[in-house]
């Protein structure tokens, strides 16, 4: 009697957890915000958003490579849903394309070899070194 109990109180508490079961996974409460056409895409969107203070990681950038041909899309996660909002805008600055132009014209000096680069570098491609955050 006292087994039959215990068993049903295992069956009730495992019923109430299946009922109780998020979308997502506890361990990762992470919310993807863009899906790109490409790894390259991605890992761009990724920095993008890791420059303006988002944590955010790449998911099936691996796939993509794997398959190949297969419409496996490589997509963008934030760690923090509270910057789901910030991360919009920053993305939609991406697809109009105005960060693109807001460093197009904006020249850089290489402060390891003096070299000059087009705004859209973010590494001296003659030394390999970074380029220096504006104070
Ligand atoms: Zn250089």
Same mark, same amino acid.
């Given at each position: 009697?006292?087994?039959?109990?215990?068993?049903a109180d295992i069956y009730y508490v495992a019923c109430a957890r299946l009922r109780n079961t998020p979308a997502r996974p506890r361990?990762?409460?992470? *919310? %993807?915000? $863009?899906?790109?056409? !490409?790894?390259?895409?991605? !890992?761009?969107?990724?920095?993008?958003?890791?420059?303006?203070?988002?944590?955010?990681?790449?998911? /099936?950038?691996?796939?993509?490579?794997? $398959?190949?041909?297969? +419409?496996?899309? %490589?997509?963008?996660?934030?760690? &923090? %849903?509270?910057?789901? %909002?910030?991360?919009?805008?920053?993305?939609?600055?991406?697809?109009?394309?105005?960060?693109?132009?807001?460093?197009? !014209?904006?020249?850089?000096?290489?402060? /390891?070899?003096?070299?000059?680069?087009? /705004?859209? $570098?973010? &590494?001296?491609? *003659?030394?390999?070194? +970074?380029?220096?955050?504006?104070?």
């Amino acid at each position: 009697m006292l087994l039959c109990l215990r068993i049903a109180d295992i069956y009730y508490v495992a019923c109430a957890r299946l009922r109780n079961t998020p979308a997502r996974p506890r361990y990762a409460p992470m *919310n %993807p915000v $863009f899906t790109a056409r !490409h790894p390259t895409e991605a !890992h761009l969107v990724r920095g993008l958003l890791e420059a303006g203070g988002i944590r955010a990681e790449v998911r /099936g950038d691996q796939l993509y490579s794997a $398959f190949g041909e297969l +419409p496996v899309l %490589p997509t963008v996660w934030i760690v &923090d %849903p509270a910057d789901g %909002p910030e991360a919009g805008r920053l993305i939609g600055d991406f697809l109009r394309g105005s960060a693109a132009r807001r460093y197009a !014209h904006e020249r850089w000096t290489c402060a /390891g070899c003096g070299e000059t680069l087009e /705004g859209q $570098f973010t &590494d001296c491609w *003659n030394c390999g070194a +970074p380029r220096a955050q504006p104070a």
